[in-house]
């Protein structure tokens, strides 16, 4: 998700294009064309300008709305329907069987789906297979402290900078906790999903959260080329 303001002007954008099988988009104002997984302008006016990335959920519906119980949701768009300018119900399975670039890093299998996280320009991509496996994966990237957090349902994600009055806290998985929990091993106050602590010394408190890309190794490497891959034991 990126601003869509730039110099204190609102873009527009609409798809033009697949490059590297990743869309690129442009905007009406100027006619830039515009790169979606790094949100750089490759061609036009503002060509080398970057959007800013925002923070935002990666929730299953069903998590969104227990969260949100009165949140609204956007209807398709019939004139957009009509003319078949959706993607396809089955979008996600042609693409895994779409072949990545020859070129493609194989420190991974190119279609490995990662959590790619960048701070003060050092990013790094953790398997998500990993991530789901323990819950939450801790670590330190451009000098933050981070958690990266997946849900139950197996599809929802989070990252926090995990700093509070600059202590990094030591954050792991309530076990058996339902609905789920994190606990600090430092104050043992217990934190949901969202990242607020609602008991112990720290209640009331929020994590920061940081923004995120999930999405296939090939791709990650491609726009994030000094990148390395999180090794740790998960």
Known sequence: MWSSAIDGRVLTFRLVGINNQNFVM???QTGSWWQQVS???ILGPLKGRRLTLLAF???????WREESPRGRVLAP???VAAANRYARADWEQRMTNTPAPLAADRQLEPRTLVIGVEVRGVSRAYPLAGISAVGVVLDEIGGTAIAI???PDGRSTRVFDRTVDGRPLELIVK???SPFRLADAGTGSEWTFAGVAISGPLAGRQLARLPFLEEYWFDWKTYHPSTDVARRSF
Not at 57 to 63: E, R
């Open 175 to 177: 076990a058996d906790a």
């Open 77 to 79: 768009v019939d004139a």
């Open 57 to 63: 959920d990666h929730l299953t519906f069903a998590l």
């Open 39 to 41: 949100g750089e302008a």
């Open 149 to 151: 957090v997946r849900a």
């Open 26 to 28: 442009q905007d009406d």
